[in-house]
């Protein structure tokens, strides 16, 4: 059946480091991905959106690339912060006729001071 | 407001009995979500309204959840008889249709705790 995986439930990293989270999508290939960020006790934000004809995308301290090869997403975070400190998620519309968008569980990233 | 207004934004009840959580959608915003979140989880998806096409009820767990929509205005999700596992989050996210980018807005959920 159509997933979406994102592979690790929590992320670590250093402040100033860039934090890598991976997205991956199984057989049907999206016609776009979108990145959602969510906080403790909130609803989640939109972030970013990448097409399938897209191979990255940028947005401030954001980088979101679409490889539909290897049927992956990936999300940076440059010179990361404590307060990027949240849970990202992953959506896509998994088949043709889908009109709802399915989530990936998340990754927690924590960014260490 | 501006964004996505939902009610209550607690709600503790006693199982078996029934709840009602309500969701204003951005004006304008043709299409309208309910997802559910249980504690460290994932979105599971439940409802689906665009315009006043027939919703897209596929991932609703039972028939004791149900949800209406008035037009492209308020939308309440009503859960019978409930029971503990219906415990978590609930969701609600509206979208413009006619905007380029298909991003959802969410609200704040309403947090349901059956006992």
């Known amino acids: 059946s159509q997933k979406i995986e994102q592979n690790s439930e929590a992320l670590n990293i250093q402040e100033g480091k860039t934090a890598t989270l991976t997205c991956n999508y199984t057989?049907?290939?999206?016609?776009?991905l979108q990145w959602y960020r969510q906080d403790p006790g909130r609803g989640p934000v939109f972030l970013l959106l990448?097409?399938?004809?897209?191979k990255e995308k940028r947005k401030e301290r954001l980088k979101v690339t679409f490889d539909t090869t290897l049927k992956q997403s990936l999300f940076h975070i440059t010179a990361s912060q404590p307060a990027d400190s949240a849970t990202y998620l992953c959506?896509?519309?998994?088949?043709?006729?889908?009109?709802?968008?399915?989530f990936g569980s998340g990754t927690q990233l924590t960014v260490l001071p | 407001g501006a964004g996505v207004s939902q009610s209550p934004s607690n709600k503790v009840t006693e199982k078996g009995k029934d709840v009602e959580l309500r969701c204003d959608p951005i004006?304008?915003?043709?299409?309208l979500y309910w997802y559910r979140q249980r504690l460290g989880q994932g979105l599971e998806f439940l409802i689906y309204?665009?315009?006043?096409?027939?919703?897209?009820k596929s991932g609703l767990p039972s028939d004791r959840f149900s949800a209406e929509r008035t037009g492209e205005s308020v939308s309440t999700l009503t859960i019978q008889r409930t029971q503990q596992e219906d415990s978590a989050v609930y969701l609600c996210?509206?979208?413009?249709?006619?905007?380029?980018?298909?991003?959802?807005?969410f609200g704040e959920g309403s947090r349901l705790t059956v006992l």
């Open positions: 057989n049907y290939s999206p016609a776009y």
């Open positions: 004006s304008g915003h043709t299409a």
């Open positions: 996210a509206s979208s413009s249709r006619a905007a380029g980018t298909p991003e959802l807005f």
């Open positions: 959506a896509a519309l998994l088949s043709g006729s889908a009109r709802q968008l399915t």
């Open positions: 990448i097409r399938e004809n897209e």
């Open positions: 309204f665009q315009g006043n096409s027939a919703p897209d």
